[in-house]
């Protein structure tokens, strides 16, 4: 049933919260800290290779011809949680550590806007995905993400700059 692969992100959340945690405190106890911004940029590239592993599964199904099993699914649940793990909190938190104090709330509800309108945009990939081989649709998403991390990779240099200034890094 679709309702079992739902609670495969929620399991995820929950078993990888702390290991990504874990990762990076190590990561900062032995002096070689990431960034929040850096934090980020993982988070959209672990995105993009998440679409990657469905483009994949969209291979062995030649054509459309073949089920494949449902472990690609899984497998993508959990690489897209590892990447939402490092983006969503990240990106939060930078929200808070950098509007002003009274514009804070206003600013989170501007974040979750743009989240909403990622929302809508994944119901328009969501319409057009069977116009489109498997194949295709996950790599026509993967080149979308892969040109956000792009930008936002070369923005990263600034942007570090930008939060070592504030302290918010």
Do not use: H
Not at 34 to 41: E, F, G, P, R
Not at 96 to 101: A, E, G, I, N
């Amino acid at each position: 049933n679709p309702e079992v692969f739902q609670a495969a992100n929620a399991m995820c959340v929950i078993l990888f919260t702390p290991l990504i945690v874990w990762f990076f405190a190590r990561l900062r106890d032995r002096g070689r800290p990431i960034s929040t911004a850096m934090k980020i940029l993982i988070g959209l590239i672990l995105t993009m290779a998440s679409m990657l592993v469905m483009a994949a599964a969209g291979v062995f199904t030649e054509g459309n011809t073949l089920k494949v099993s449902p472990w690609w699914l899984i497998g993508a649940y959990a690489v897209v949680t590892a990447g939402e793990l490092c983006l969503s909190p990240m990106g939060l938190s930078l929200v808070t550590k950098l509007s002003p104090k009274r514009f804070v709330g206003l600013l989170m509800g501007g974040w979750f806007c743009a989240t909403a309108f990622g929302n809508k945009g994944s119901g328009f990939f969501g319409a057009i995905q069977g116009m489109l081989s498997p194949v295709t649709f996950f790599l026509v998403l993967a080149g979308f993400v892969a040109l956000v991390a792009l930008g936002f990779g070369l923005l990263l240099p600034k942007l570090d700059k930008t939060l070592k200034q504030y302290n918010a890094g």
